[in-house]
């Protein structure tokens, strides 16, 4: 069974102070490893989608990058507008669902 | 562009009642799935259409069934509620040939 697990739950930090979350992941014969970003009462907002090892995606103060077991979204001079649940989820094999992690609370204090 | 857009935003319902939940897709998707997300949890996949069939469903009773009509948006309609059920209910649209997946705002429903 496809598996994504993430870390830290909660991660505080100032403004300006880079960082990385991590998202760990066993999925069989991966498509794609969605990053996701998520506001308090809303739906997941899409952000990057990463095919294989060695991808990095960007966007704004946000870069992605993949391996063949774990997956990392760096968050460079972060603002207090950047704090958010960033939820992870794959998809593989035959599966035409995404499997989602259970998400890291930034937030970033001014 | 239109996104994906889902109503009503929020839902009281009494444990026992039924509720049906609806979803427009993307303009130009023709995949619709969707998820249950628990407080201070990762969505689960409930069930994904296309082509108005049910395509692969994930691991929910029978209590929740669905329905997608010709042009693409869906229902996810909920029976003999239970107090678990209280959650955020999110759709997601895609194409078929693609694998993101792009949410709607979510209904809160809240079974009392």
């Known amino acids: 069974e496809d598996q994504v697990t993430q870390s830290p739950e909660a991660l505080r930090l100032q403004e300006g102070e880079s960082s990385s979350l991590n998202c760990s992941y066993t999925v069989s014969g991966l498509r794609g490893l969605f990053w996701y970003r998520q506001d308090p009462g809303k739906g997941p907002e899409f952000l990057f989608t990463?095919?294989?090892a060695g991808e990095e995606k960007e966007k704004e103060r946000l870069k992605a990058t993949l391996t063949k077991k774990e997956s990392f979204l760096h968050i460079t001079a972060p603002k207090p507008e950047d704090s958010a649940t960033y939820l992870c989820a794959g998809s593989g094999g035959s599966n035409y669902k995404l499997t989602f992690g259970k998400g890291t609370l930034l937030t970033v204090n001014p | 562009d239109a996104g994906v857009t889902q109503s009503p935003t929020h839902l009281i319902k009494t444990r026992g009642q039924q509720v049906t939940l609806r979803c427009s897709p993307k303009s130009g998707h023709d995949t619709v799935s969707w998820y249950q997300q628990a407080l201070g949890q990762g969505p689960q996949f409930i069930f994904q259409?296309?082509?108005?069939?049910?395509?692969q469903r994930g691991n929910f009773p029978d209590r929740f069934s669905g329905h997608q009509f010709p042009n693409y948006s869906s229902e996810l309609n909920v029976n003999a509620l239970l107090l678990g059920d209280s959650a955020l209910y999110l759709c997601?649209?895609?194409?078929?040939?693609?694998?993101?997946?792009?949410f709607g705002p979510g209904t809160r429903l809240t079974v009392t």
């Open positions: 990463l095919y294989s």
């Open positions: 259409y296309y082509e108005e069939e049910e395509r």
């Open positions: 997601a649209s895609s194409l078929v040939e693609r694998y993101e997946q792009y």
